[in-house]
């Protein structure tokens, strides 16, 4: 369960989020959606608090954080509740595929290396990765790097995954891959919540859309309601022309 | 031409006795250096208000005195404000003198390569519920060592010859040991070439370690 209650951000003077009201249920997958610049990675940053939001309060599972005054400890237990999964995959670049996976359970929840590396092939069995269990990101293509950070994520059993443009860095033979790691998440009970380009996947896998401009949520609902059919003249005109980037990618 | 090779060959072992002194001073500096350039860099890259100005101050002011300077200062200087120093030997002073000259050298590099590490590493690891500081030793900091180690080779190799101002403090350490040799035979120019091509020697070999410590550590990064 994820709340959000009057979530504000500005960098400067600049407003990048103005009044973010959110609710996402246990299990749920939410696609996040809108025009680049809109605040969509800002509004994630902001969940786990990679960003210090300006204002709002922020309630992840039984953790309840007001932005305004919280302390390290605070942000920490915050940040346990979610994992990340980043456009640039940011996987540890000196650690080896299995111990980027397993990094945090070493560390964060002590747990024995054993159990650890046990943990890690498994999730990476699931990705698809054992054998490059051993090699380092660098010798990784960009899917498998990508792959390898959906495993970390999962490690930490978080209660939500938190994706900001997964595919959007990847070479388009590559996107495929990713996406159908994250199709195959989407069926299980963990939330999700999805920012992406890709209409066609958001469709298939989300609960729910919600659609982004200016750093206010503009309309949100089920897939049919808000990229099918969507009655607000901006998310029409966002549509369309995303429908156009894919039509002129695929010419 | 007045050139005796069999006295450069008698002397070059009396000589590198002092090989173990230069070493100790240089490699202890360097220890502590790197200790203290550390902690200098990463209050400078902290944005905690006045403190990182302190560190940038302690940064220009050992980076701008010569080291001759500071060795007289802490060797023969400090003991007349604080008479309890005057028992220090001068091994120790020059310790700290050359301590302090490179760490100041070595907070600018180290600090350099703290921020030639992509932001999103750190990212990731908060992202993952790490703290800051398992994150900063465990992922920040080797890939930052890999990024410096060219920069810090270069400082050691400057302090292994600067070394030789110890003789100054009067330490007996390479240097010193070939003036002593020199006013004795007369025969400066085979006596000083041994001990420079001494120096050299070391430096040859300690480039050698680097480059495998750099292989090393760069093993991760190679494609
Ligand atoms: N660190 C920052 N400092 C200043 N402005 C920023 C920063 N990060 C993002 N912005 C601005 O905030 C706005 C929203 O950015 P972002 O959340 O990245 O949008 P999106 O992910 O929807 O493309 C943009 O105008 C961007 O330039
Ligand atoms: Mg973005």
Known sequence: MIKVRNLTKHFGDKQVLTDINLDIKTGEVVAIIGPSGSGKSTLLRCLNLLEKPSNGTIEIKDVKLNTQKYKARDAYQLRQQTAMVFQHYNLFKNKTALKNVIESLLVSSKMKKEEAIQIGENLLKRVGLEKQAHQYPATLSGGQQQRVSIARALAVKPHAILFDEPTSALDPELVNEVLQVIRQLSKEDTTMVIVTHEMQFAKEVADHVIFMADGQIIEQGTPEQVIEHSLNPRTQRFLRQAGDETDGAAR | ?223
């Open chain 2, 1 to 223: 031409m007045n050139f005796d090779l069999q006295y450069m060959l008698e002397i070059s072992l009396q000589i590198a006795k002092y090989i173990p002194i230069t070493l100790l001073l240089a490699i202890v500096s360097m220890v502590f250096a790197i200790i203290i350039g550390l902690v200098v860099a990463l209050i400078r890259n902290s944005k905690i208000f006045g403190i990182t100005h302190l560190a940038g101050l302690y940064i220009s002011l050992f980076r701008g005195m010569p080291t001759l300077v500071q060795l007289f200062i802490i060797y023969y200087g400090l003991p007349q404000l604080f008479p309890s120093l005057s028992t220090m030997d001068a091994i120790m002073a020059a310790i700290i003198g050359f301590s302090l000259k490179e760490s100041s050298y070595l907070a600018e590099i180290f600090r350099a390569g703290l921020n030639s590490v992509d932001k999103g590493q750190m990212e990731a690891g908060l992202a993952t519920g790490m703290k800051r500081v398992q994150i900063y030793s465990r992922i920040i900091l080797p890939q930052a060592a890999l990024n410096a180690l060219p920069a810090t080779g270069n400082t050691f190799i400057s302090l292994i010859k600067e070394t030789s101002l110890a003789f100054t403090l009067g330490i007996t350490e390479l240097f010193a040991e070939g003036k002593i040799l020199a006013s004795a035979s007369m025969r400066f120019f085979e006596t000083y070439l041994v001990v420079g091509l001494i120096y050299w020697l070391l430096v040859i070999l300690y480039s050698w370690i680097q480059k495998y410590l750099e292989i090393w550590l760069s093993k991760p990064l190679r494609r």
